[in-house]
């Protein structure tokens, strides 16, 4: 492997992992911490003057909470990552329309700094990343 490969495997490593890190941990404090009910208590319950109906704001509230928490674990392994950058852009997206709605002026970190990481992940190659779980099973598959 050269020194490029090395270098670009060990960026999208470390990308990845700070992703997975970040959602990991943001969904395990909303899972097994606050629980989902108390998630809803403290952040979601504000919906509920909205126009949305109660049951899209639970379904929200617990969606949005088994993703970052599953979906971090996954991009921690490395495995089925297409899948799980495509439900982590959801939860990003529910997360600004959420803000927005609330507020139209918001702090954006809540997605920005978890965009700066995703976008590019699911833009580059994913041979690329090729210290991950998805790629030792290619591998020991074609060999």
């Not at 997975?20 to 097994?32: A, E, P």
């Not at 208590?41 to 928490?69: D, G, M, R």
């Not at 978890?114 to 074609?142: C, V």
Request: hydrophobic share 50%; proline share 2%; with cysteine.
């Amino acid at each position: 492997m050269t020194h490029n490969n090395t270098m670009r495997s060990a960026s999208l490593f470390l990308m990845r992992w700070l992703l997975g890190l970040i959602f990991f941990w943001q969904g395990f404090g909303k899972v097994f911490e606050w629980t989902v009910d108390g998630v809803y208590e403290n952040y979601f319950k504000s919906y509920e003057a909205t126009f949305l109906p109660e049951w899209l704001i639970w379904t929200s509230a617990y969606y949005t909470s088994y993703v970052e928490l599953i979906c971090g674990f996954v991009l921690l392994v490395g495995l089925k990552r297409k899948s799980a950058y495509l439900l982590l852009s959801s939860v990003l997206i529910i997360v600004a329309f959420g803000h927005g709605l609330n507020s139209y002026i918001w702090d954006s970190t809540y997605v920005i700094h978890r965009a700066i990481f995703l976008i590019p992940l699911m833009l580059l190659p994913g041979e690329w990343d090729r210290w991950s779980l998805d790629a030792y099973l290619t591998r020991r598959k074609n060999n």
